[in-house]
């Protein structure tokens, strides 16, 4: 199976649990789960913004960091930035939180409500250069469609 059909079948199954669930740290432990044991990453999880830090939500994999300050890290900077940040060597990366040794990769996607970002979709890998515009394109639907708060009023 392709890495697109994967996330196709990933989206339909997204849109079932979030048709059957609108609390919003159920739903994101069942998409950390699903995104973790769809495609194999390493780490799959989420962060929520608490004043000004992110702090650990659901997530699939070790043991991880629980707090992160706005403009620290990949996380932060993708807060900071408003934007998804891929980052194909995490140890090339100014500032980089190393939770674990053993993540190489990693992709952040923002989660935004009018405007600001309220939670990020944080994936690690243990390989180099994992992910791409695929990735992106993807987890980037996933989180606009189904785990902001727009769209869960409009389920």
Known sequence: MTKEEKYENLLAQ???FADAENDEIALMANVAALI?????FWWTGFYRV???ELVLGPFQGPVACTRIKFGRGVCGTAWK???T???DDVEQFPGHIACSSA???EIVVPIFSDGNV???????????????KIDKNYLEKITMLYLSPKSM???
């Open 50 to 52: 608490v004043g000004q």
């Open 85 to 87: 940040i891929i980052v």
């Open 81 to 83: 930035e408003k934007r």
């Open 118 to 132: 309220i939670a990020e979709l944080d994936i690690d890998s243990e390989k180099l250069s994992t992910f791409d």
């Open 103 to 105: 993540s190489k990769s």
């Open 153 to 155: 009023v409009l389920r």
């Open 36 to 40: 973790h044991e769809t495609m194999g």
């Open 14 to 16: 997204v849109k079932a």
